[in-house]
């Protein structure tokens, strides 16, 4: 199992340009999140999903949206990129019920100029 | 709603010494707990994790963590730390009522000196 992946690994973009970062895993997780990590900050939750074709915000959604078509697969564009976006972004999923433990995405570092 | 504070941002420490790293959180019921680890240019992995029973919990890598209840605390210790074990540890904390969301703290940077 690869368990969960992300494409790209890394993207430079120019302020007002599009992109949409992939996110994929091979658990049969419900769930999946993106999360931002900034230096000092922690990771914070952008959107999650509780099942295919759910979503939800979390705590920093804005300037960014997602779709889950697919079970395996999480979207998560950005429609124009500001340069506070620059950032690293991690996906992860979870089996469902209780909080278990999430499984994460080797990350996306994402450079908006 | 749930956080958690993680005192100390950067810890230098010996390789072979003991490490203790603090994690506190705010909740109004007992919560699930996790920790994670973070080296260089990788994603998150679970060290150990904390949902009832034995309040001192083993992990991976020869962690453990206690939980305690009156302090609210719940910190993460290694007897002997190895120069591998360099990384950004997070602690984590989820809610009882339902929510699959985690609170990260906002991590503790682990230097070992040879």
């Known amino acids: 199992n690869a368990g969960v992946t992300q494409t790209p690994k890394f993207r430079v973009l120019k302020t007002g340009q599009s992109m949409t970062l992939l996110c994929a895993q091979d658990m049969n997780h419900e769930y999946m999140y993106w999360y931002r990590q900034d230096p000092g900050m922690g990771l914070r939750l952008i959107h999650y999903s509780v099942g295919e074709g759910t979503t939800a915000k979390g705590e920093v959604p804005d300037g960014y949206n997602v779709s889950r078509l697919k079970k395996q697969n999480f979207l998560l564009g950005l429609e124009s990129a500001a340069p506070s976006q620059t950032s690293v972004y991690f996906c992860?999923?979870?089996?469902?019920?209780?909080?278990?433990?999430?499984?994460f995405g080797p990350g996306t570092r994402l450079t908006v100029l | 709603a749930q956080s958690v504070t993680q005192p100390d941002i950067h810890i230098t420490v010996s390789e072979g010494a003991s490490l203790e790293l603090r994690c506190n959180y705010s909740?109004?019921?007992?919560?699930?707990l996790f920790w994670y680890v973070q080296s260089p240019g990788q994603g998150l992995q679970l060290l150990l994790k904390y949902f009832s029973g034995d309040t001192l919990v083993q992990g991976i890598k020869g962690f453990e963590a206690e939980f305690k209840r009156s302090q609210s605390s719940f910190n993460l210790r290694k007897p002997s730390v190895h120069w591998s074990d360099a990384a950004e540890y997070f602690c984590?904390?989820?809610?009882?009522?339902?929510?699959?969301?985690?609170?990260f703290g906002k991590g503790t940077k682990l230097t070992v000196n040879p």
């Open positions: 992860a999923s979870s089996p469902g019920g209780v909080p278990v433990e999430q499984f």
């Open positions: 984590a904390v989820g809610g009882r009522g339902g929510s699959e969301k985690l609170v």
């Open positions: 909740y109004g019921a007992t919560p699930y």
